[in-house]
Nanobody, 114 residues
Framework: QVQLAESGGGLVQPGGSLRLSCVAS???????MGWYRQAPGKERDLVAS???????NYGEAVRGRFTISRDNSKNTVYLQMNSLKPEDTAVYFC?????????WGQGTQVTVSS
């Protein structure tokens, strides 16, 4: 019933940009939305999060390069990624929180390579 539809991942050269989107459906009340990422052999780390009133939080590795936003009317969260580096290569997971549960997307691959 609950679905998080992620899109926008792909292959990009260093210094390039990508925009990720995540559309949440089947969740009655959404509080925080965000993005996490996980590289092979590494733990899943916070990339960025945003509250209902658009208060944001960023991981130190992406601060100043990535911008998170949301459209509450569309139940959608976006991640604009600029000045991408090879170390940004990872599977990016959409995260959506309700007052009682946390939901995860399937993940979308982002590869930064020349």
């Amino acid at each position: 019933q609950v679905q998080l539809a992620e899109s926008g991942g792909g292959l990009v050269q260093p210094g390039g940009s990508l925009r990720l989107s995540c559309v949440a459906s089947g969740i009655f009340t959404i509080s925080v939305m965000g993005w996490y990422r996980q590289a092979p052999g590494k733990e899943r780390d916070l990339v960025a999060s945003i509250t209902t009133v658009r208060r944001t939080n960023y991981g130190e590795a992406v601060r100043g390069r990535f911008t998170i936003s949301r459209d509450n009317s569309k139940n959608t969260v976006y991640l604009q990624m600029n000045s991408l580096k090879p170390e940004d290569t990872a599977v990016y997971f959409c995260n959506v929180q309700s007052p009682i549960r946390t939901y995860w997307g399937q993940g979308t691959q982002v590869t930064v390579s020349s």
